[in-house]
């Protein structure tokens, strides 16, 4: 399996505030992509990276940004964060010397909680 | 607008028949499908895939169909066990690495 950690792995916080969750991944591996889960909605693209400062939005990243200063790191930052933004957040990796792009792998998730 | 459709919220199979995961697609530019598996409190992991230059991909008992004319994908499992239960994502990707999911279906595969 894919060396892919994801901190924290739970939070509560409370409107208005901001939170920045990370993923981490050993693997080097040159994509790296942070999705959100909704019921009724699978997966959603919030923001990806193609390579170490290079980051473009996804389908759902109003309210989010990103930032990867390392081939290891990808930060996601909820700049003030609201109850529509409770979900859990998985960040995915793909691209490795040997392999195909498309196929991602997902780190563990983190459950947020927007009181 | 939902480009990749999982109609079936859920579906309930016996051990050792068949299950039958369904997964309808709007965009006719997707070249790349895949199909995921996730338990409850884990990330999803990757199970299967095909290119749409094919219509037919195997891998022990999963099984995925394309359908490029109906825009169609399926995932056939044989024999279902009780560890298959998870809920299943199927996703596709026009290039880029970029994948768009459907919302899901919920398999139970009972003893």
């Known amino acids: 399996d894919a060396g892919i950690t994801q901190s924290p792995r739970h939070k509560v916080t409370e409107t208005g505030t901001p939170v920045t969750l990370r993923c981490h991944q050993t693997?080097?591996?040159?994509?790296m992509y942070w999705y959100r889960q909704d019921p009724g909605h699978g997966l959603r693209l919030i923001h990806y990276?193609?390579?170490?400062?290079?980051?473009d939005k996804g389908e759902v990243s109003d309210g989010y940004s990103v930032s990867r200063s390392k081939t290891e790191d990808f930060l996601l930052t909820l700049e003030s964060a609201t109850s529509s933004q409770t979900s859990v957040y998985f960040c995915?990796?793909?691209?490795?010397?040997?392999?195909?792009?498309?196929?991602?792998?997902f780190g563990p998730g983190t459950r947020l909680t927007v009181l | 607008d939902q480009q990749v459709k999982q109609n079936s919220p859920s579906l309930s199979v016996q051990e050792g028949r068949i299950s039958i995961l369904n997964c309808d697609y709007t965009n006719s530019m997707f070249d790349y499908f895949l199909w995921y598996k996730k338990y409850p409190a884990e990330g999803p992991t990757f199970l299967i895939s095909i290119s749409s230059i094919k219509d037919k991909n195997e891998d022990g008992r999963f099984t995925v169909f394309l359908n490029k004319s109906a825009k169609h994908l399926s995932l056939h499992i044989v024999p279902s066990q009780p560890g298959d239960s998870a809920v299943y994502f199927c996703a596709a990707s026009n290039q880029g690495g970029k994948l768009i999911f459907g919302q899901g279906t919920e398999l139970s595969v009972k003893p």
């Open positions: 995915a990796i793909s691209g490795g010397l040997a392999g195909n792009y498309n196929e991602q792998f």
């Open positions: 693997e080097n591996h040159r994509y």
């Open positions: 990276s193609y390579g170490v400062k290079d980051t």
